[in-house]
Nanobody, 119 residues
Framework: QVQLVESGGGLVQAGGSLRLSCAAS????????MGWYRQAPGKQRELVAS???????NYVDSVKGRFTIFRDNAKNTMYLQMNSLKLEDTAVYYC?????????????WGQGTQVTVSS
């Protein structure tokens, strides 16, 4: 089992910045992918950014150039630096970790943290 604890959400004005953190603990495989997802009211959950245990990052087009995903493997913690926030970034942000071994993938989710961008 893997436990994920998110923090860093809150209320910020448009144009401002926030940093989200996701601390992972438990049975974390050497090969894994961590990612941030978000879900706005009335919308489907979408991938915001992902970062594998080794390899390149991936971003949804709407956040490219504004958000940066990075991780500290020694601390099993992933971060999402969000700059130039827009009203449309308002959502509940979820952390996900996918353990990968022998072509099997096991997904774990955090409880979510609210990000609200105001005008």
């Amino acid at each position: 089992q893997v436990q994920l604890v998110e923090s860093g959400g809150g209320l910020v004005q448009a144009g401002g910045s926030l940093r989200l953190s996701c601390a992972a603990s438990g049975n974390i495989f050497n090969v894994n992918i961590m990612g941030w997802y978000r879900q706005a009211p009335g919308k489907q959950r979408e991938l915001v950014a992902s970062i594998p245990s080794s390899g390149s990052t991936n971003y949804v087009d709407s956040v490219k150039g504004r958000f940066t995903i990075f991780r500290d493997n020694a601390k099993n913690t992933m971060y999402l630096q969000m700059n130039s926030l827009k009203l449309e970034d308002t959502a509940v942000y979820y952390c996900k970790l996918s353990n990968i071994r022998w072509n099997r993938q096991i997904d774990y989710w955090g409880q979510g943290t609210q990000v609200t961008v105001s005008s």
